[in-house]
């Protein structure tokens, strides 16, 4: 956990301090009880009504100046707690983006989210704790046992059996504790993974009609997290009532023995005040170390779940030795020699032995059916995943040899699923292109086949694109999400079946714009509707990650019977 605390180096001055002021107020606070007992015995019992002000004015002084050093250390722990949790959540997030999919597909999104917040939240209380407390705590309950033996020591001896009594107590519930709490936060992220897809699935479970199993999973989940919560909180629970009984217990017998000692004059009425407070003041100052215990046994879970993040090497190794340079322009956009891919070591093969080229400035397809590997083929040109076995190559240079702002700034892809974000239409375009006039806005949305559905909203390029761009039709989302891709004139753009949802019309306006516009960049159409791919100069088609078939439409139409019987049973359906 402390491994972490590096992300705070900039608030070192508020960390020493922090602890300094609230050391200052534990001082004054422990000096109280004596002061009382001296109120007590020297001003009331002797009616000294002078002694009596000048010690009550000292006592309030004491507790003003006190209180302003908890406010001066609140604000240092604020201050640190705060800026440490931002510079630790860009660091992770900054870390998260270096991942390639392996890593991104390992964790999954519902647990790098509650990463993200609620761990790094439970790290920055511990660090306000930290600040507040762990020097306030053990000072009060070690001083006040101290200022009990200052006083009289035969009584002190009670706090220490009442200490020792505590101690056992708290060893005995933070043994049962703390695995649960590692356990509890597991949970948590279990709940977060099925609220995340009830929530973003929620179209679909509705058209299913599975409300209700969607309802029960998450009743059996967040059922479980409550139990697991429970176990924790009846355990915890026990130590306030148990810690009361101490107190009360040790009040009793301080009386009981203190009034003989009142009595044969050992002690005065004051004292024995004295003492009950400070005996208060030691166990109240042990249940909040217990609590710090819990807050840091929390936080040290988190940390864990935080370093493992940032423990992760990416399997995506970026040791660029050449820049993409197209001041000679290169033959090839794209070289792919004998390629094969593999998920993981144990899944089976994605793509096999895949062989092509794409020269400059043409267009490749790449068809074939559900399953057969083509979103995997075109995961491997930005780097998402690296070829297990093979090379690629983008314009003429093996990517591995180029960074990665280079490769990914020279492609742009437009996903099957397209994802929009919150935000303006203008907003989710300079996504694509930061500085984009409304020119090329305008452009970019033409080129997309755009300019009829946003020319007649009213507010044009002002419009608010709802999460996910719920209020957009499937087709308009496609085409928004393709001029975003184009407003960056990429060199090489990669539509991965993001022309099914359009109909015939748009989707052949929406190629031809493409050529006439676009006239230096390389396409490739992935589409399982060979009328979208059919006038590529070459189509690649693939089986069960196979390469079956490559050449230009009609040779394929002779020579691959796959792709034959993909067009016949094509045309058939449409002729129905
Ligand atoms: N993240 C992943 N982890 C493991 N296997 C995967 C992953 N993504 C895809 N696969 C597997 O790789 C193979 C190829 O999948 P891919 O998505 O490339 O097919 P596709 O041709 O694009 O299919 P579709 O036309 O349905 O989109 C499939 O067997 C699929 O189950």
Known sequence: MFSLLH??????KEILLGPFFKFLEA??????PLYMARLIDLGIAKQDKAYIIKSASLMIGMSLVGLICVLICQ?????ASQGFGTELREKLLKKINTFSHHELNKFGSATLITRMTADINQLQLALAMLIRLVVRAPFLSIGSVFMAFYINAQLASLFLIALFLFCLILYFLMSKTIPLYQKVQGKVDNLNQVLQESLSGVRVIRAFSQQRHGEKKMTETSDELASAYKRVANISALLNPITLLIMNSAIIILLYVGGFSVNSGNLTQGEILALINYLMQMLLALIVVSNLVIIFTKASASAKRVNELFD?????????TETLDFSIPPVNAVAFNNVSFKYTPDSGQALTDISFTLPLGQTLGVTGQTGSGKTTLTQLLPRFYDATIGNIELFDTPIKKLPLADIRSSIGIVPQTSTLFSGTIRDNLQWGQEKASDQEC?????TAQCLDFV???P??????ILEGGKNFSGGQRQRLAIARALIRTPRLLILDDSLSALDYQTDLELRLALKEELTQTSLIIVSQRLSSVQDAEQILVLEDGKQVGLGKHETLLKKSTIYRNLYNSQQE???A
């Open 7 to 12: 992300y705070a180096k900039d608030y070192r």
């Open 27 to 32: 001082v004054f606070e422990l000096a109280l």
């Open 75 to 79: 604000y240092y722990s604020s201050i």
């Open 312 to 320: 992760t090497t990416s399997s995506l190794i970026e040791k660029p």
């Open 442 to 446: 305008w452009q970019a949305l033409k």
């Open 455 to 457: 020319n007649a909203l």
């Open 459 to 464: 507010n044009k390029l002002d419009t608010m």
């Open 573 to 575: 359906r449409e002729e």
